[in-house]
């Protein structure tokens, strides 16, 4: 398969010890599959309890592994300070020698981690944060702090966009790549994969489809679609048994 295939990983209570995540990250390595990606939350609806910063277990994950690409999937810009945001992942993309991906996105209310802490909750101000955000951390990237990043033009950065919403897909279009979530099967991702072309006529940059499937489901109608990353979900109640048994398994 061209397609790449990553793991997907919510970092909470049987999987909340860097250590940990560390080891699963390894053995993907070993194991043949291209990237380790974690949720970005600071708290979870019940009956989650046990959350892990995930920029701390991505260095852990970059300092045990030399291939995986990595990264966070998404952070929701609206709640960072994006000069702390911008420092950390030029940090982390030295320490990963140039594998981080940055997945963005609006975040979602109701996951406890808005609304306690005074954070924004409607969507169409997140929505302008989100922009804004994105042209300061590119900002910051490209020369305004130093070191610039390994990765150059800049780190990828991802957009998750929510089916059937389109206007996430058009921010996704002047980025790198599109995460599209709630997707009722490959069909729909095709429909996607025209729109992105559409958008971006005239560019001949690298441009990423990501999807994330339930352990064991095959690749190829999504690959057929046209995704360029299959990426392997375990919910918000990942158990680690579970999780090693899917990465022995190896991508398939």
């Known amino acids: 398969m061209s397609v790449k295939r990553g793991i997907y990983l919510a970092p909470f209570e049987e999987l909340v010890d860097p250590r940990t995540l560390a080891e699963l990250a390894s053995r ?16 979870y609806r019940a009956p989650i309890r046990a959350v892990a910063d995930p920029w701390v277990a991505l260095a852990a ?5 030399e291939q995986l690409r990595l990264g966070t999937m998404v952070t ?19 320490l990963s020698g140039g594998r981080l991906t940055l997945g963005v996105g609006l975040g979602v209310e109701g996951n406890s981690e808005l609304e306690p802490f005074g954070e924004i909750v409607d969507a ?35 957009v998750a966009a929510r089916w059937p919403h389109r206007r996430p897909v058009r921010r996704a279009a002047h980025w790198d790549g ?5 997707l009722p099967g490959p069909d729909a991702l095709a429909e996607l994969a ?33 995704a360029t ?6 919910g ?10 899917a990465i022995e398994a190896g991508p398939h």
């Open 28 to 43: 993907a390595e070993q194991r043949g599959w291209n990237g380790f990606f974690l949720w970005d939350h600071v708290a």
């Open 61 to 65: 994950i970059a300092c045990a592994t």
């Open 229 to 234: 990353w299959v990426l392997t979900g375990f």
């Open 76 to 94: 929701p810009l609206s709640r960072r300070r994006v000069q702390k945001l911008a420092r950390e992942t030029v940090t982390l993309d030295h």
């Open 236 to 245: 918000s109640q990942p158990r680690r048994d579970e999780v090693s048994e």
């Open 178 to 182: 599109l995460f599209p979530t709630d």
């Open 124 to 158: 169409r101000e997140r929505a302008r944060l989100l922009d804004r955000g994105l042209m300061r951390l590119d900002a910051f990237w490209g020369g305004e702090f130093q070191p610039a990043p390994l990765q150059q033009p800049r780190i990828p950065v991802w």
């Open 194 to 226: 025209n729109e992105i072309r559409g958008l971006r006529t005239g560019r001949d940059d690298p441009f990423e489809l990501v999807v994330e499937v339930p352990v064991g489901a095959a690749a190829h109608p999504w690959e057929a679609a046209g």
